[in-house]
């Protein structure tokens, strides 16, 4: 490298950025097959079981919508937490301790926040557009396609950058991979299960109500509902929340990851 | 101007001082070899000179940047090649040289990947995965990956740790291409040939900290003179030999199964044995005598 491109060395430069995701994508293109084929099949068993499961026996529709248009929407949200939170937390966890992937990038001249930046890119890239897959199956199930339905994978993206910030935040962390265990269940699990995806969370205790507001999931399936059925004025603070969560997760894993990984 | 700077620079890990004051200074264009036994401070040193550690006390300047503000500068016109194999091993030959060349910003990838593909001679291994390669060309690899941007300093961490002799002798050849070039090397080891055959100068590092330094045979002319005896036999034997050899002020060590007596040719009265196998005198004896540490 000569001394005048060194000379223009600065923060958050594009070129490492490009450079540690042409990494991922030199990866991905080696296990693309069964992580498409897992996020395709998910959500049509999942559509299968509670959508034409259930309704057929206890719910016909949800808020005027058949119940099987509204799991799958929800499902938008089941995707993404899975596409991103938990790549990031075991991806990263196994490259920093076992496959000492991070020292090796940290020689080149890159520094941490670069480093943690495209990892959440590139997670939020791939979970952006495997979050899509529920509301195509479910267009294939019924669901009318709507013009708004093109700002979903924009949702998926902001919502993966979250929750990839989250989980690389969990990966500096821990002290063993098992303890990943609580974290899923501890957070993952309830965040799941209070985003709305299979119920209405009008239907929960106000106090899950309120709570369920601050989670990240529930303003992603409120935003792909109302790109299938309808936008609301309060959908702009939804995705304002969600970019939010994801500036937010970004720094915290910055900070994490750095005391990690410099000594 | 001096390639690589330190001056009183401490690292600690909590209670544990893993480098204690070290001064250091490389000059450009010479291959300097870092000895020290396991736990001298050798991998925390390489650390610190590339920024992924900090150091608690001193100064470090590499290629004239100031570390730890300028790192990123300096990082990108040196090169790294680590200690344990860190190769994507699921991704082609050609992939992890290229991802490489992006993140050194070269800007003819292509032009690059190949440069490097000829010195680590794997060209015909190009579309290969890394994990269908044997060691010796998986560490040739990452030899390669550190010089795929043709840094001005290259930092090798026991570039042979782990290798059988043939693949280590075949990473000396190409060790040795680089140092005929004019690239500035600094090398950790604990390999006392490695450090005879590759280095222009020797730095014996112990618990954090240069004890000695010199060509290697300025070491061994100033610690070890010019021959060593080693005496076999039962430890009642030895005892007794090292007992005589020490009275006459000369440098005993263990080597194996046997003693060795540094500086022989001072000896007189019988402090040598007639069965005693008389040698030139090495840098592993140097190494142990300063280090106390059995040599590899």
């Keep these: ?263 | 101007m001096a390639a690589i700077e330190l001056r009183g620079v401490v690292k600690r890990f909590g209670p544990i001082t893993a480098v204690d004051g070290l001064d250091l200074e490389v000059p450009e264009g010479i291959c300097l070899g870092l000895l020290g036994p396991n736990g001298a401070g050798k991998s925390t040193t390489m650390r610190l000179l590339t920024g992924q550690a900090i150091a608690d006390e001193g100064e470090l300047r590499v290629l004239d940047y100031e570390l730890p503000a300028e790192a990123k500068a300096a990082r990108a016109e040196m090169g790294v090649v680590p200690q344990l194999d860190n190769l994507d091993v699921d991704v082609t030959v050609e992939d992890n040289l290229a991802v490489f060349a992006r993140l050194y910003r070269v800007p003819d990838v292509g032009a690059a990947v190949d440069k490097a593909l000829d010195l680590a001679r794997l060209r015909e291994r190009r579309g290969d995965a890394v994990d269908e390669l044997s060691g010796g060309m998986r560490r040739r690899l990452l030899l390669a990956r550190g010089l795929v941007h043709e840094p001005r300093l290259i930092l090798l961490d026991e570039p042979t740790v782990g290798l059988d002799p043939q693949i280590r002798t075949e990473l000396w050849t190409l060790i040795d291409n680089l140092r005929s070039r004019g690239t500035t090397i600094l090398m950790s080891t604990h390999y006392i040939e490695e450090a005879e055959r590759l280095a222009d100068e020797v730095a014996v590092v112990n618990k954090g900290k240069v004890i000695a330094r010199a060509t290697p045979a300025e070491l061994i002319a100033a610690h070890a003179g010019t021959h060593t005896a080693e005496v076999y036999g039962p430890p009642e034997r030895l005892t007794e030999v090292r007992a005589i050899a020490e009275q006459q002020g000369l440098a005993v060590r263990p080597a194996g199964p046997a003693i060795a007596i540094v500086g022989s040719e001072r000896a007189n009265g019988g402090a040598v044995p007639e069965d005693a196998v008389v040698r030139a005198a090495s840098l592993e004896d140097v190494f142990v005598l300063l280090t106390g540490a059995e040599a590899e």
């Design chain 1, 1 to 263: 490298m000569s001394s005048g491109t060194t000379a223009k060395l600065r923060r958050l430069e594009p070129a490492a950025i490009a450079g540690i995701m042409s990494r991922e994508v030199a990866n991905f293109r080696t296990y693309w097959k069964g992580t498409t084929f897992s996020s395709i099949l998910e959500p049509i068993v999942y559509l299968l079981a509670f959508g034409l499961g259930l309704s057929a026996t206890l719910v016909d529709e949800v808020n005027g919508v058949p119940y099987i248009q509204f799991v799958g929407t929800g499902m938008v949200a089941t995707a993404v937490i899975f596409s991103s939170a938990l790549p990031a937390m075991f991806g990263t966890f196994v490259k920093h301790r076992f496959q000492n992937t991070y020292d090796a990038i940290l020689a080149a001249p890159v520094d941490v926040e670069e480093l943690v930046t495209a990892e959440m890119l590139w997670i939020a890239l791939r979970s952006g557009t495997y979050g899509c897959v529920p509301l195509l199956v479910t267009i294939g199930f019924g669901l009318d396609p709507a013009w708004g339905m093109l700002l979903v994978p924009f949702f998926c993206f902001a919502t993966a950058l979250g929750f990839a910030g989250f989980g690389i935040a969990m990966a500096a962390t821990v002290a063993k991979i098992d303890q990943f265990n609580y974290v899923t269940a501890l957070c993952i699990t309830p965040l799941f299960l209070v985003a709305g995806t299979f119920f209405p969370i009008e239907g929960l205790p106000e106090g899950f109500q309120i709570v369920a507001q601050l989670n990240p999931l529930h303003q992603l399936v409120e935003l792909v509902r109302g790109g299938a059925f309808g936008f609301e004025p309060v959908d702009i603070a939804r995705f304002a929340f969600l970019v939010g969560f994801a500036l937010l997760t970004w720094r915290i894993a910055i900070n994490r990851m750095q005391n990690r990984l410099i000594d």
